[in-house]
């Protein structure tokens, strides 16, 4: 048995050995044939250098020869790009840029995405074309040291030089000067590093920077840069093609920037060598030749097929005959191969078998993995259905309370009671709040509502919510806002309000008769954006070091005193680190036994004019709309008792006309009816007809009537009904009363102007 398979490998190496030597005939050739086309194209023999490409681009294809590959194909797209035909100079850039990959020739790889970047410039979006650009660089500096992996430093050092040059005219063409500027930088960084530096490459350098003055309205810079770009030539340059263009674009420019100096006779004179040098550029005879060129390529292409199919077919006969030569070698290997494959099959049957076993362990844990994500979808279904029962309840609660507070005659005792409610009702509804905020954070869908945010105002409505707890645990808490805090910010309100009010709810549980800092502190401001620093500060029992990780985690709370009954889900502080984190901050925290806590997070937030114009115009029509209340009429929807107590006080007390019904049938009928509604505010889970279908039949009959969602939902859970209706607003339970009046009056203002 060892002497059969020592024979078998033998006759395989044998068979290798002849394969291998043909393909390197092949390959030699190709090669040969590559370098023969290029010195044509030098030579400008454009017609016969494209003969010769399209030749050996068919003989590496048959044998899979990447090299030849992308030489060809480099060499066939410059073609076709110098006869303009810019489609078939794509198709052959990116065939080169397949090969190079392929061959993982990353000096390759960078021209062919830089050739595509230039070929792809006029036609395709802009974010297309910057990342050819960025991966032309990538590959370029991808493996800069290993020198085994370039052709050659100098080159390199070109092709890194031309790449930059190019993306910075790019930005200039596209008008973005400060993203121009850097690539600038970066050639000049270059060059400034290599002395033997390619003189074309220093000239269009100096061009490119002069064209950016240029298009920044820096004329005196501009022309130094133009006139440096010139140093780099004589006369005679001009006889050449290329040096005849450029100098042209480079005086035209020049005489622009002397003109908009002021110095005439400057610009007279670069502007009859412009002229001087275009002329000579579209006198020259290969300009001329280039043209007739073109026009004969689809003829020549044509036939170049023909001849191309013919040496192929040739060539393709001469490989055959050389492998009919060694068919019998194969015929006996397979036979030897033959035998192999009988003793592999018993080594191949066990391994099947161990394959069998792992299917059937993959089809578990598969089982498994749905499993769990339908579990996961369980829980976050039930999160969102309790916390929308447990907001319409809270509504009522939040609501009344606030009414029956407005009672001057209140005894103490009485007031006390409900202060206390109303404190169990926003702590409930932070709860709840935070609830919702891990099934975001699990789902992974967070997003900032950015809007205008007065800072003072915020923490003073969250620090007024625990006046009831600040009298049972005998606290006072101070707030501290530098002066150069500005008034507003553009900041995701909710989000921040629960942040403070997580931080503030954890200091007032771990202190008793003690003092409580709430500190905004500036920091800095650049621009339009302002660094401030938030510190919840107490001097409570203090944290151990050992547990300042852990109280960040879900569902962890601290147990340290065994007299103090620490109440809450465990879910604050873990919600408010995560929330910092959306902020893009993380939340610091000082703490030591007996001596208190300090938790503290810094933020940038963006600042503008109309940030305080905003929330001018939110009070300013708030106050139109006590002015004007009595002139509106609204139509309610709304099947809670509770709900409809709370809301039709809230209306009153605005002396604003308003019609209440109990489902959507009712509200349908309501507005068929003889009365005008200038808005209507819908609750979506209603008896008999929901919200969304009373509101789709509605806008049939008034497509311009304001219809808002009241609802507990929160806005991400409203899932789209077979109505496909489309709120004007959603207002969600129980809400802030400024948003919901500023939210009427927008709506009741914009139906009047339509």
């Known amino acids: 048995m060892f002497y059969l398979m020592k024979a078998v490998l033998q006759s395989l190496l044998l ?15 190709i090669d040969s044939l590559n370098n023969a086309g290029s010195r044509l194209y030098k030579k400008n023999k454009i017609i ?5 490409f399209n030749l050996t681009k068919r003989l590496s294809d048959s044998i899979n020869y990447n090299k030849g590959k992308t030489i060809s194909n480099f060499n066939l797209g410059n073609i076709y790009a110098l006869m303009r035909e810019r489609a078939s100079a794509e198709e052959s850039y990116t065939a080169m840029l397949n090969a190079a990959l392929a061959n993982q020739d990353d000096y ?15 036609d395709e979006a802009t974010e297309t074309v910057i990342k050819l650009f960025n991966k032309a660089i990538f590959h370029i500096n991808k493996n800069y040291f290993l020198q085994a992996s370039w052709h050659n ?10 790449t930059y040059i190019n993306f910075a005219n790019f930005y200039l063409e596209n008008n973005d000067l400060e993203n121009a500027r850097v690539k600038i930088l970066k050639v000049e960084d270059i060059l400034a590093n290599n002395s033997k530096n390619n003189i074309n490459q220093v000239a269009s350098f100096h061009n490119t920077y002069g064209a950016y003055f240029f298009k920044g309205k820096l004329y005196n810079l501009a022309a130094q840069k133009f006139n440096k770009a010139l140093s780099y030539f004589n006369v005679e340059d001009c006889l050449e093609h290329t040096n005849c263009l450029f100098l042209s674009r480079i005086h035209e420019k020049l005489s622009l920037s002397y003109s908009a100096l002021g110095s005439k006779d400057m610009a007279y004179k670069n502007l009859l060598k412009y002229y001087r040098h275009k002329e000579a550029y579209l006198n020259k005879e290969k300009v001329k030749q280039i043209i007739i060129e073109k026009s004969r390529f689809s003829v020549e292409n044509y036939k170049n097929k023909v001849l191309l199919a013919n040496n192929e077919k040739l060539y393709q006969e001469q490989i055959a005959q050389k492998i009919k030569s060694i068919n019998f070698v194969i015929v006996w290997a397979l036979l030897l191969l033959i035998v192999c494959l009988v003793v592999l099959f018993r080594s191949y049957t066990s391994k099947r078998q161990l394959t069998n076993v792992l299917k059937t362990q993959n089809k578990k844990l598969e089982l498994a993995k749905n499993e769990a994500l339908k579990s996961s979808e369980m829980k976050s279904n039930f999160i969102s259905n309790v916390s929308h029962e447990l907001r319409t309840p809270l509504y009522g609660v939040v609501g009344l309370t606030s009414i029956m507070l407005e009672n001057n005659s209140l005894e103490d005792r009485d007031a006390k009671y409900l202060k206390s409610l109303k404190y169990s009702g926003d702590y409930l509804l932070n709860l709840i709040n935070d609830i919702l905020q891990v099934g975001k954070i699990e789902s992974e869908n967070q997003e900032l509502n950015i809007t205008p945010v007065c800072l003072k105002k915020l923490i003073e409505n969250v620090t007024d919510s625990f006046d009831y707890s600040l009298e049972e645990s005998n606290n006072k808490i101070h707030i501290v806002i530098d002066k150069e805090v500005p008034d507003s910010i553009l900041c995701d309100k909710l989000r921040l309000t629960q942040v403070l009010f997580n931080l503030l709810g954890n200091s007032i549980k771990f202190t008793q008769n003690g003092n409580i800092y709430v500190k905004v502190i500036f920091q800095k401001l650049e621009g339009s954006c302002v660094f401030l620093r938030f510190e919840v500060n107490d001097n409570g029992y203090g944290i151990a070091k050992e547990k300042q990780i852990s109280i960040f985690e879900n569902f962890t709370q601290l147990s340290e005193n065994a007299n103090t009954n620490y109440q809450g889900a465990g879910l604050g502080l873990s919600i408010a680190s995560q929330i910092v984190n959306l902020f ?19 933020v940038r937030f963006n600042v503008h004019a109309q940030a305080v114009s905003q929330i001018s115009q939110v009070k300013s029509e708030n106050t139109s709309l006590l002015e004007a209340s009595t002139d509106i009429n609204i139509l309610v929807a709304e099947d809670n008792k509770i709900n409809q107590i709370v809301t039709s006080n809230l209306l009153k007390k605005q002396n604003i006309s308003f019609t209440l019904v109990e489902n959507g049938q009712e509200a349908l009928n309501a507005f068929k009816g003889d009365n005008f509604y200038d808005l209507i505010l819908m609750d979506i889970n209603m008896p008999i007809m929901n919200g969304y279908e009373a509101a789709f039949r509605i806008k049939a009959i008034d497509k311009n009537i304001p219809i808002v969602a009241l609802t507990a939902s929160n806005p991400d859970e409203l899932t789209a009904s077979k109505f496909d209706v489309k709120f004007d607003d959603i207002i969600i339970k129980p809400f802030d009363n400024d948003l919901f009046f500023c939210k009427i009056n927008r709506l009741v203002r914009k139906a009047e102007i339509v």
């Open 153 to 162: 430093s100098k080159g390199s050092n070109n092709l890194i030089v031309k």
């Open 15 to 29: 068979l290798f050995t002849i394969l291998v030597q043909s393909q390197t005939e092949i390959t030699i050739k």
């Open 108 to 122: 390759l790889i960078a021209k062919a995405y830089l050739n595509l970047a230039i070929i792809k410039k006029r």
């Open 584 to 602: 893009g901050s993380k939340i610091e925290l000082e703490s030591q036994v007996g001596q208190g806590s300090t938790f503290a997070f810094n």
């Open 48 to 52: 016969t250098a494209f003969h010769q």
